[in-house]
């Protein structure tokens, strides 16, 4: 009986056991769908309570933009639950859309929303009444009305949220600041200071007071150089009127020239409203570079330092272009022998801007170098289709001549006589002028 007893007790312990296991695993079963069913819950409270879009406001319904600074500014703010591309435009009354902001990509937001000024300015728009001959407009303001604002938010998936509401614009300052008549010219430029077409001219006409004007070159790789106005012949900054820019690239303060290429030149204008203008044209920079011209290792040969009277005084020299530009020249040529009474003058050869010659200078002498030559003969100089010669960059030449002294003026015998490189009217450097003076004595029978 005891043994029967315990077996069915065993059995029953079994059952019940196998009762218990049963319960269990519904119990597993049951708390896993509980959980699923959870996370989809709060997924869809989160969803729900941050959408990709959400904390939209502006400051303001109402804009003044005319730079009184009264209303002529407002805030525009909005939150993102995640990366998106965002746009700001406006609806006016027959639908044309003007915008601000233009799928812009954007973060999610962090502590804080975003935050951005609108000044009534949005990207540029014509009307059927402009006349933008020679100019673009890329920024404008609204013209007076009621518009429809439009926040708008697209995610990588495609889904795109928008909230929307009223601003009303009001005394806005719509005058556009014009750009006339923007010109350039040579269109060739050739900034290299010999004289030739060594500047360029650019003229421009704003329309619009209270304005800044900006113009610059840009090159194909995007780098900027700035023009500067001639203040001389131009209005007054800020006012309306004619610009003028007398542009030498740089070359005259040594600076070296934006290189050979066509640039496009850019005038640009920004009122206070935050309108903005542009006009451009074309410009071409050739054999563009600051020359640098020296009398090699500064040394002088002369012939002697002392002369009877009508005896000629002889020099040898060697002319170095140490730069990358051709450096024009103009004769008399090397060998020319002067008579101490003639000077380039009378022999035909008057100054010419941007001209390198050499040249001798004595104490007694009535005019600054009065006897010049060429740096260089037909063997080292090159010419150009007008007819201008040059030497060569990174090239040496000897140049010689002499001056026959027929007679003897001033207080001055002995006196010093000296060689220069002169760049006429531009410069003779102060390496260049007063070189290896000779002390000369002139023998008076």
């Excluded at 915008?99 to 014509?126: I, L, M, N, Q």
């Excluded at 004619?242 to 690239?249: G, N, P, R």
């Excluded at 030559?373 to 289709?385: C, I, K, N, R």
Aim: hydrophobic share 40%.
């Amino acid at each position: 009986m005891g043994n029967g007893q315990w077996t069915m007790d065993n059995e029953q312990w079994a059952m019940d056991n196998g009762r218990w296991a049963m319960g269990s695993d519904g119990i597993r079963s049951l708390l896993v769908l509980l959980g699923v069913a959870g996370v989809a819950l709060l997924l869809l409270v989160a969803c729900g309570e941050k959408p990709l879009l959400y904390d939209v406001s502006f400051s303001n319904d109402l804009i003044t933009p005319n730079a009184d600074h009264v209303s002529d500014v407002l805030r525009i703010q909005y939150r993102l639950s995640r990366p998106a591309e965002l746009s700001i435009t406006f609806l006016d009354a027959a639908g044309k859309r003007y915008v601000f902001r233009d799928h812009e990509p954007r973060a999610p937001s962090a502590e804080e929303p975003y935050s951005v000024y609108f000044a009534g300015v949005v990207d540029g728009y014509t009307l059927e009444e402009d006349d933008l001959v020679g100019f673009a407009v890329t920024k404008r303001v609204l013209q007076d009305g009621v518009y429809t604002w439009v926040v708008e938010a697209s995610d990588e998936a495609g889904h795109t949220e928008q909230v929307t509401g009223t601003l009303t614009v009001a005394a806005a300052d719509t005058t556009l600041p014009e750009l006339r008549n923007f010109t350039v010219s040579p269109p060739l430029f050739t900034p290299n200071r010999d004289g030739i077409s060594d500047r360029a001219r650019m003229n421009v006409y704003l329309t619009k007071a209270d304005t800044t004007l900006t113009v610059y070159l840009r090159g194909a790789d995007g780098t900027i150089y700035h023009v500067e106005p001639d203040a001389a012949t131009t209005a007054n900054e800020g006012e309306a009127g004619l610009y003028s820019f007398d542009y030498d690239a740089g070359v005259d303060m040594g600076a070296e020239p934006p290189p050979d290429g066509t640039y496009v030149v850019w005038a640009e204008a920004r009122d206070a409203v935050g309108q903005h203008t542009v006009a451009t044209t074309t410009l071409t920079i050739q054999q563009g570079g600051v020359p640098r011209a020296y009398i090699y290792l500064g040394e002088v040969e002369w012939s002697s330092t002392s002369i009877m009277l009508g005896e000629t005084l002889f020099f040898t020299l060697t002319v170095e272009n140490d730069s990358a530009v051709p450096i024009r020249t103009s004769g008399p040529p090397p060998g020319t022998v002067y008579d101490s009474d003639q000077n380039y003058a009378t022999l035909g050869e008057t100054i010419q801007s941007g001209v390198f010659r050499v040249g001798i200078h004595c104490e007694d002498a009535l005019i600054n170098y009065p006897w010049r030559w060429a740096v260089g003969d037909d063997t080292a100089l090159t010419e150009d289709e007008e007819g201008h010669r040059y030497l060569p960059p990174f090239t040496r030449t000897v140049v010689r001549g002499g001056i026959r002294f027929v007679d003897v003026t001033g207080a001055r015998n002995p006196q010093y006589c000296w060689a220069g490189l002169i760049h006429e009217d531009v410069e003779i450097s102060q390496v260049n002028d007063r070189v290896d003076p000779v002390f000369l004595f002139i023998e008076v029978p």
